[in-house]
């Protein structure tokens, strides 16, 4: 007796419950979310440079097949994964205030910026992307689209309720907003914050951005 058989890009084939097309491959979801987990671990360990499908594939716990299914080279897969970084995004605050919304965004935007697996990338990435335009365009979209997707949402909040004057300039008060914690986090890498410094730096940003 003849079984049809789905084809299973992943794991061993099983009897399907309802017919797929033919020749059609299913990708395990669970196995690319390992998959784009050991992207970050294997920058994290060797960096972009000495990062290799292989190391990703052991990693994750597949094998090489199951990554090539997915991605056709190791730099179509750290762009796809730094690209997912800006769908994700953050959640927009709304403390009912400039101040506070700011304050809150920082918080959220330093811890993830020093999680130690973070603080090893993005400088890696950085330094690929001035090699490499398109994991320079990716970087960009990731950061301007998750960052600055947010300072947008506070800004025309803020604009709203009245804190700010109609028609501010919103490029000038993104570059406010994003750009204290980014330099100090980020380029000269900071090894910890002063205290009370996110509440100062909130303070000041506010009374910067107010007066736009």
Known sequence: MLVRMTTNADGPQTRPRRRTPAGAAVLR????EAIRA???????????????????ARRAGVGKTAVYRRWRSKLHLVLDVVSAIAVQGLPAPDTGSLEGDLRLLYEV????????????????????????????????????????????????????RGELRDGVDEELALDLISGPLYWRSVVIRSPKLPKGYLASLARATAAAVKAL
């Open 29 to 32: 979801e669970d196995v690319t």
């Open 38 to 56: 050991a992207v970050f671990e294997e920058l994290a360990a060797v960096g972009y440079a000495r990062m290799s499908i292989e190391g990703i």
């Open 109 to 160: 935007t330093s811890r993830a910026l020093r999680h130690p697996v973070a603080s090893q990338i993005i400088p890696d990435l950085q330094a690929e992307a001035a090699r490499n335009p398109e994991i320079a365009e990716a970087l960009q979209k990731a950061l301007r689209e998750g960052q600055e997707g947010v300072a947008s949402k506070i800004v025309a909040a803020a604009e709203q």
